[in-house]
């Protein structure tokens, strides 16, 4: 099975922009959708992107995401940066038979 | 608007099982289109996907934990349910139950119910 790879933590000033990457072991990054969850403390996830760069209803847009093949990775980023932003982002994908792996997570400082 | 709520013991003992139980309200179990998956993790770490389960009893099981792991569905109940048998220190962890698309993304979770596992 393959992994995905984040920085374990990333910071940035209020209004600037961040993006997040996140690397795929083994196997096209393109291969299958890439999943983006934002995660403040003491709650459960909530999504921010899905199918590579889709926003569900909700997300500002200042939310993005994207794929790059030639460095098999997806990035997620973040614009305008606002104090509320400051989470835990993790990266999502699976395989062909349904095995859902998730990044290692990615703590966002804004300060 | 769907609602999961996962319910078990706080508490286990180790070497026993594991048994939680997440009850959706506001859909179907039964839909074509989902997935029902558990996902867990330990205190300050990150998101570890445990096993997802389809409503005809289907089921899909991280490699790592496929040796201990059962779910179970129950679309009666509209509920469906997660064993882990043998369980060390190393399985606390605040376990989410979830909704996945296709099988493939989760958009729907649970608040999560943290289980601690200790004599």
Known sequence: NFMLTQPHSVSESPGKTETISCTRSSGSIASNYVQ???????????????????????????????????????SLTISGLKTEDEADYYCQSYDSSLKVVFGGGTK???L | QLQLQESGPGLVKPSETLSLTCTVSGGSISSSTYYWGWIRQPPGKGLEWIGSIYY??????????????????????????????????ADTA???????????SVDYWGQGTLVTVSS
Do not use: H, M
């Open chain 2, 94 to 104: 605040v376990y989410f139950c979830a909704r996945l698309y296709g099988g493939n």
């Open chain 1, 108 to 110: 966002l400082t804004v």
């Open chain 1, 36 to 74: 983006w969850y934002q995660q403040r403390p003491g709650s459960a996830p909530t999504t921010v992107i899905y199918e590579d760069n889709q926003r569900p209803s909700g997300v500002p847009d200042r939310f993005s995401g994207s794929i790059d093949s030639s460095s098999n990775s997806a």
């Open chain 2, 56 to 89: 005809s009893g289907s089921t899909y099981y991280n490699p790592s934990l496929k040796s201990r792991v059962t779910i179970s569905v129950d679309p009666s109940k509209n509920q469906f349910s997660l064993q882990l048998i043998s369980v060390t220190a």
